[in-house]
């Protein structure tokens, strides 16, 4: 099955970093957070990708088209370029990663759409490349699967953007930085799709939040798989920091591979 990570954006909310690289390319610890999300693909055994480029897109092609010299040893001859890899295999090995151009400017739902003729055989998932959870892949498809529907989307319960204070008797007894928030849900990415959605958006103009998903909704096709855990996107520096502190201290949730 292959997993759709929506790489194309403009990011301008993480502008102190997205004027150098595409967001997905932006690092948690030393390594893409679009790293992080397919590591968690791959470690629920989905390891075909299809990964749809846009703003400067050419730091992820050159990120992927180097990767067996980025993290093995390597004897290359000078003149004729032949490359002999050492050493053991990375943990990555296997991973199948088509990238396609889907355009500077084209929509969530547009990229999906010129994705066509890599999604036609089945259903596929799909993810932002910006945000990071602890989402049961497998659960999540198997849910798909029992209701029938075209899509399926993951409903979050988000962070609250202030810390939480809980107040006895003029003290506070309980201080909670960024909690979640026990009221509401919210789209968390993590889709299921049937590959008939994709004749459902009219063009490259069309997103997939204000279009696609509307209609799947309004047509009753449009399942929700509701994650209580962990999620976060990474939407500015801030939370960047965030997601860099819970690496760096070995309490990434999202973290599912050994």
Request: charged share 30%; proline share 3%; with cysteine.
């Amino acid at each position: 099955m292959k997993s759709v990570i929506l790489c194309g954006g403009l990011g301008t909310r993480l502008r102190e970093e997205t004027e150098f690289k595409p967001k997905p390319m932006v690092e948690i610890g030393d390594r893409p957070i679009l790293w992080h999300i397919m590591k968690s693909y791959a470690s629920h055994g989905f390891k075909d990708f299809v990964l749809a480029l846009g703003y400067k897109g050419d730091a992820i092609r050159d990120y992927f088209l180097h990767y067996e010299v980025r993290n093995r040893d390597f004897t290359v001859t000078l003149g004729n370029r032949d490359i002999e890899v050492h050493g053991d295999s990375h943990a990555e090995e296997g991973w199948r990663v088509t990238l396609a151009e889907t355009g500077k400017e084209t929509l969530t739902g547009g990229r999906l759409k010129t994705l066509a003729p890599y999604l036609r055989e089945g259903a596929f998932m799909a993810t932002y490349g910006d945000g990071v959870a602890d989402v049961d892949l497998k659960a999540l498809l198997a849910h798909h699967r029992s209701m029938g529907k075209l899509a399926t989307v993951t409903a979050v319960r988000p962070s609250s953007r202030y810390g939480e204070l809980d107040i006895s008797q003029g003290m506070v007894r309980v201080f909670k930085e960024k909690p979640q928030v026990h009221e509401g849900w919210i789209n968390g990415g993590f889709f299921v799709f049937e590959p008939a959605v994709l004749d459902l958006i009219k063009d490259e103009n069309e997103s997939l939040e204000q279009g696609l998903l509307m209609t799947l909704a309004d047509r009753n096709e449009l399942a929700v798989y509701q994650h209580e855990g962990f999620w976060q996107c990474m939407d500015t520096f801030r939370e960047m920091q965030l997601l860099n502190d819970l690496w760096t201290d070995k309490r990434a949730p999202w973290k599912s591979w050994e």
